[in-house]
């Protein structure tokens, strides 16, 4: 029900492991033109949206806006954490519209996300230390005194130029670890 409130004019990108036993004209019935792409599952949520987003970041969106299933079974509150996330992100067309008109009133801004989701780095550094240095490294961002925040459950609306740094990279698929249930540092 909330991608119903984006209205009649949008683009929707679907991800889809190979082994899930989903119909895409499931999906079609309410969003006949949704572009589904079958992946694997490996990376959650991230590697499949960073291909997605690899091949449609020059289309010139204004913003996009990232959702997944976030299925977090070794969570207590996880559904409701879910819920949470996707009723700050797409709640009303009210609300959506006020997403779009902040982006358009501070051009500085590169992501909105949902309020009480934005977390310290160093909540999960631990497992996730090694790849985050990695990654920065690679795109010459210094790590000496690094502190920044991150959007835990990664759900947000955000402008493409924002993840332009993501794409150079070179993150592949391949490089995230397999999928094995893992509950943190993927």
Not at 24 to 37: K, L, S, W
Not at 53 to 58: E, L, P, T
Request: with cysteine; hydrophobic share 40%.
């Amino acid at each position: 029900p909330y991608l119903l409130n984006l209205g009649e004019q949008f683009d929707l990108f679907v991800t889809i492991p190979y082994e899930v036993d989903i119909s895409e004209d499931t999906i079609r019935v309410n969003f006949p033109d949704a572009q589904i792409y079958r992946c694997e599952n490996r990376g959650r949520d991230v590697a499949p949206f960073l291909a997605v987003f690899s091949a449609i970041s020059k289309l010139g969106y204004k913003y996009i806006c990232k959702v997944h299933t976030k299925k977090s079974p070794h969570i207590v509150n996880g559904i409701e954490w879910q819920q949470d996330m996707l009723h700050k992100l797409l709640g009303s067309q009210k609300l959506i519209s006020q997403i779009k008109k902040a982006f358009e009133k501070h051009p500085d801004w590169g992501l909105i996300a949902p309020q009480g989701h934005v977390t310290p780095y160093n909540y999960f550094w631990e497992l996730n230390a090694a790849n985050v240095i990695k990654l920065a490294h690679s795109v010459g961002i210094p790590t000496d005194s690094i502190e920044f925040s991150f959007v835990a459950g990664s759900m947000f609306w955000f402008r493409p130029q924002a993840f332009d740094l993501l794409l150079k990279t070179g993150i592949l698929t391949q490089d995230f670890v397999l999928e094995q249930g893992q509950q943190d540092g993927t």
